[in-house]
Structure formats: structure tokens, C-alpha cells
């Protein structure tokens, strides 16, 4: 006989291996006492004698209970049997031939409402219409914050920083950092490289592999513990360990003075700008001084008046004052240690810049910009699923899942329209952002567009009446978890791959593009804008597409044309 007849596409007990499936069909002469004696005989046959390694310790009373539960008596595949007997060992199994049972060849509505829940009814043209639902893992959003997906070469991680003010704006006006008079980058001086002077502090763990592998959950990862914020010495305590953070190295080279090293993105030997840190263990009153060695762009907003962006923990409990803007002799200049990622004598920058920590003992962060997790996102989202009025025309769907298994949301707003011609005459506005991990202003720049199109406004509501909009408020997940500046776990630019990206290495990028594809079969799409940041320009603006085509060249260009007017209007020129 073929016990393997056993394995089909019928879910059953969980004593059975995970993707295992049993058949109970053309079983009318058998009983569930006779089924479970002979499938367990089997079981132990091919357990001690074939692959003992490929079998569970099965449970004979649950599975017993399993197979009375699934309806023996009820299941019918066509001619499919559950025994095909082999005349040489049990001619009487052979003699005994089940009869098929008759089924019908029409289904009615009652028993599909009865049978399944796959099932579900619109209207169309004034008519109830049965259609598929969508499969749950497109679409099914969770109702908590999920733990990010590290690589594998992470081994350790630390809690999420205590940061309870973190989308709170300061209350007064930060101004810009003026240079002195006769100030000149070029005569700063230059750093040792060969001595490597000081001690070392701080030092992140190395990646263990040179290219992504695969990743696990958080759970499976060791939890850090973060240094005291007090210490009987003067030396400051570092850690970068959490989610979004970016500090290598750290070294004492003075009494209040520490230099400190960038890691690149993972997998690259490149892309460092984005960092955000912690330091405890400090001390009021001194002045120390940081320089960052090993930035690549050879200009910066921090020689325009741009300051290191800090936090402090006892700030935010007894002032109720959470990221400012501080700092001063503030420099970003080029040093003499070349770069091992190009040919040429190409060298890296640094940043300096000086500051006095307002508490002894306190728990501080510096940032290059408003940090923006991929935690603080899901929680965004939540905030709206469970808002009873946004829910009604906001619809959060899974896009894909990034190269490390993390999720890629899209949203959907637009009044539900109540005819199906009404609604096929919006058009579409797509707007995307954080394709560039470090670039977290476009983050924010995305969560306010989300809260003014979601909002109660007179034009939010005119926008919702005539268009559909597509979201996605974060295409690169994997680098805004590990701390990339640029890349994402594939080592590559995703910004650089829209031409013909590749599924399985830029998933992201594929599933905006062929999203894009289907609405175009279906709408016009008047507009797709693609939020970032930059550091080296000021201000608000916007690059456009050059169309080819003459008769489409001016039409890209009216949206960046009217934006100076708009923005006139809202902020303030310095």
C-alpha cells in the first residue's frame, strides 16, 4: 500500500510537522478508530526503521481526537482514496471498494456563507457580487508595534533609548551658528593618523560577514545592557546599539576630548554621515570637544550655521525640553586620512565642534538630524488604524516585505466612493519616502503630508473627494533599523535602481513600480513626489523629471514652479 497517499492539501492536528496535511477522502469504510491505528502503525514503521530524524513525537490520543474532529466520515475527493490496497498482502482491503459519493455540481450562496470565510460581497451595478478575498499576507497590518528584523552578524542589541519627547519642537527659536570672523576651514589642523593617540572608549562589534545572509527577529538576539550614567571616573561612556544608532569607535585623546569614528553601511566601505549615539557618565561645567573623522562629502550645512542636534534625559523630566540644536566652534574640514574605498589620493572630512553638558550624571544623545525608527512609524500608523474617522478612508496594506523580512507599508487615502464609476474617475498621487535611511527630515516632512491629508480640513477633505493617494513612508525598512546613512542590506543605492530593479535583491523598488503599472492601466497618475533630505543645501526645493517628450515638458514643471509661492507663504526667510 502507499501510506504516502496520507499527505494531502487538508490542514489537520498540530502534532504534525508544520506544512504536513492529511487526506481523509474516499474513507466511507473506515472508521476514525481504524484510520488512527493504521496511520500511527505507519508512522512508527517509517520513525524507527527508514528516517527517525523527520518525525515528531506524535501524540496518539491528540491526533485520534484530530481525525474525529476533521469529519472523517465527510471528506470526498473525486476518485482520490485514502487506501490503496495491495492485493498480495490484504486481498480482503481489495475486495472492499468504497463507492463514490455523488456531489453536486452548483453551490449556493447559503452554503458558501456557511462553508467559508474567504467569501466576501459587493455591489456591482446595483447587484450583490461574491469575489476572493485578498491573501492575508498582503494586507494584514498588525495591531502592535512588531519588532524590527536585524542580519545575521548582529548579536547584540540594546533597549530602545528612554527618548519621551521625541516629536516635541523646542519652545524657542534655535538661531544658526555664526563662524567667527577670519574664519578659514583649510589652516585647521590636521589629524595624526599613523599614531592613533588615546585610549579607546567605544568600539561596535565588526560585522562577521562581508555580504547579507539572512536575519532574525529581535527576540532571538542577546539584550545589551546600557552603561551607568555615573561612574567614579571622567571618562564618558558610549553606546550606539539600538535601533537607527551609527557610532564604530570612540577614543579619548585629552582630558574632555573624543575623537570619533563612523560605520560605514553595512556591507559598503562607504556612505558615512548619519550618526546618533549615547553618552552618559558626564560631568556639568567642562567643555569637551568631539570630532568626527571620517566623513566622505567634502561639504557640509555645519560650516552654514548648522549645529549637532542633543538630547538630554534629565532636561526632558525636570524641563520638559526635549531635542535642541547646540554647540559652538563648530568646523567641518578635510584631515589626511585617505580613503580606502577609491583609487586616487581622495581623503575624509571631519566635524568638530564643541558643547558643556547641562547635567552631572545625566544620559545624553547627540543626532546628525531628528531620529525617525522604524518603530516610530508602526506607531504612527497604529494611531491612525485606531482613529474611528481616519479608518473610514485610510487603508493600510503590507506592500512587501524588504530584503531582511521587514514590512513595507502602503496606504491608501480616499473617500470610499459609492459607485464604482465615481471612483474610477480620481486620479492618483503617489508619494513615497526614506529611501535614503540617514535622511530623516523626509520621515517628517511624510508624517506631517499623513496628518494634514488624514486631518479634518476643508482642503484635506476636497484633496480626499478627487484623488487617490499611495503611500509608502518608508521604502528602505532594513537601513533605518541598522543605522545605514544611504544603503540598503543589499549594499546598494535603492535611489539607483528604479531603471530595472531587481525583486529579489530591491523588493521595495519593484513593488512602487509595478503598483505604479497597475494604477496606470486603471487612472491617470497626476503626480509621484519622492520625499528626502540633503546636507548640503538650504531650505525647501524640489528636482523635476526632463521629459523627452515635448509635449510633457513644461507639464512636470509646473508643480516645482508653483511650489517657491507656496512655501513664501509658509516660512520665514532667514
Known amino acids: 500500500m502507499n501510506p504516502h497517499n496520507l499527505l494531502r492539501n487538508v490542514p489537520t492536528s498540530p502534532d504534525l510537522l508544520p506544512g504536513t496535511y492529511l487526506c481523509l477522502a474516499g474513507n466511507e469504510g473506515r472508521n476514525e478508530a481504524e484510520l488512527t491505528s493504521y496511520f500511527l502503525s505507519w508512522y512508527q514503521n517509517e520513525k524507527l526503521h527508514k528516517n527517525p530524524m523527520c518525525f515528531p513525537m506524535y501524540n496518539p490520543q491528540r491526533l485520534s481526537d484530530s481525525l474525529a474532529l476533521s469529519g472523517a466520515n465527510d471528506w470526498d475527493y473525486g476518485k482520490t482514496r485514502l487506501w490503496k490496497a495491495e492485493e498480495e498482502n490484504d486481498p480482503a482491503l481489495a475486495e472492499k471498494e468504497p463507492d463514490p459519493v455523488r456531489r453536486s455540481s452548483t453551490i449556493s450562496m447559503k452554503d458558501i456563507n456557511s462553508r467559508t470565510t474567504q467569501v466576501t460581497f459587493g455591489y456591482q451595478d446595483g447587484k450583490k457580487v461574491p469575489k476572493l478575498k485578498e491573501p492575508r499576507s498582503l494586507y494584514c497590518v498588525p495591531r502592535s508595534v512588531v519588532p524590527p528584523k536585524w542580519p545575521v552578524g548582529i548579536d547584540t542589541i540594546c533597549p530602545p533609548p528612554l527618548i519621551t519627547l521625541k516629536h516635541q519642537p523646542p519652545p524657542f527659536t534655535e538661531e544658526f551658528y555664526r563662524q567667527p570672523p577670519g574664519h578659514n576651514p583649510r589652516i585647521l589642523e590636521k589629524i595624526d593618523t599613523d599614531r592613533h593617540e588615546g585610549k579607546v572608549v567605544y568600539q561596535q562589534p565588526l560585522m562577521r560577514f562581508p555580504f547579507y545572509t539572512r536575519s532574525r527577529s529581535e527576540q532571538s538576539l542577546e539584550i545589551g545592557q546600557y552603561p551607568s550614567c555615573k561612574y567614579d571616573d571622567d571618562i564618558l561612556r558610549f553606546e550606539s546599539r539600538f535601533e537607527c544608532g551609527n557610532l564604530f569607535r570612540a577614543r579619548k585623546v585629552g582630558p574632555y576630548e573624543y575623537e570619533l569614528e563612523l560605520r560605514w553601511d553595512y556591507y559598503t566601505m562607504k556612505h558615512t554621515q548619519w550618526f546618533y549615539f549615547r553618552v552618559s557618565n558626564t560631568i556639568a561645567g567642562p567643555t569637551y570637544k568631539f570630532t568626527i573623522t571620517n566623513l566622505l562629502k567634502s561639504g557640509s550645512l555645519y560650516n552654514e550655521g548648522m549645529r549637532p542636534l542633543f538630547y538630554s534625559e534629565q532636561n526632558a523630566e525636570t524641563k520638559n525640553l526635549g531635542w535642541i540644536r547646540i554647540g559652538h566652534n563648530i568646523h567641518y574640514y578635510k584631515n589626511n586620512l585617505r580613503r580606502k574605498d577609491c583609487k586616487g589620493e581622495r581623503y575624509h572630512y571631519s566635524l568638530t565642534w564643541q558643547c558643556q553638558f547641562p547635567h552631572t550624571g545625566d544620559v545624553s544623545y547627540f543626532a546628525h538630524c531628528y531620529p525617525y525608527t522604524y518603530s516610530d512609524l508602526q506607531a504612527d500608523l497604529l494611531d491612525i488604524a485606531n482613529d474611528p474617522v481616519k479608518s473610514q478612508y ?181
Not at 401 to 429: F, W, Y
Not at 433 to 451: K, Q
Open 394 to 574: 485610510v487603508k493600510q496594506r503590507i506592500l512587501c516585505h524588504s530584503l531582511g523580512g521587514n514590512m513595507v507599508h502602503l496606504l491608501t487615502v480616499t473617500t470610499p466612493s459609492s459607485h464604482l464609476a465615481e471612483a474610477k474617475q480620481k486620479r492618483a498621487v503617489v508619494v513615497t519616502a526614506r529611501v535614503h535611511p540617514g535622511e530623516t527630515n523626509s520621515s517628517y516632512m511624510m508624517r506631517g503630508f499623513i496628518r494634514y491629508i488624514t486631518g479634518s480640513s476643508p482642503d484635506a477633505k476636497v484633496l480626499r473627494d478627487n484623488f487617490v493617494f499611495k503611500i509608502v513612508p518608508m521604502l528602505n525598512p532594513d537601513g533605518v533599523i541598522v543605522g545605514n546613512y544611504r544603503s540598503s542590506l543589499a549594499a546598494r543605492d535603492l535611489n539607483r535602481n528604479y531603471k530595472n530593479p531587481i525583486k529579489d535583491a530591491y523588493p521595495s523598488v519593484w513593488s512602487v513600480k509595478a503598483m505604479i503599472r497597475r494604477m496606470l492601466s486603471e487612472r491617470e497618475v497626476v503626480l509621484y513626489c519622492d520625499l528626502h533630505g540633503h546636507s548640503r543645501k538650504m531650505n525647501v526645493f524640489m528636482y523635476g523629471c526632463e521629459n523627452k517628450d515635448p509635449s510633457l515638458r513644461l507639464r512636470e514643471r509646473v508643480f516645482p514652479l508653483k511650489l517657491p509661492f507656496i512655501v513664501s507663504r509658509l516660512y520665514i526667510k532667514w
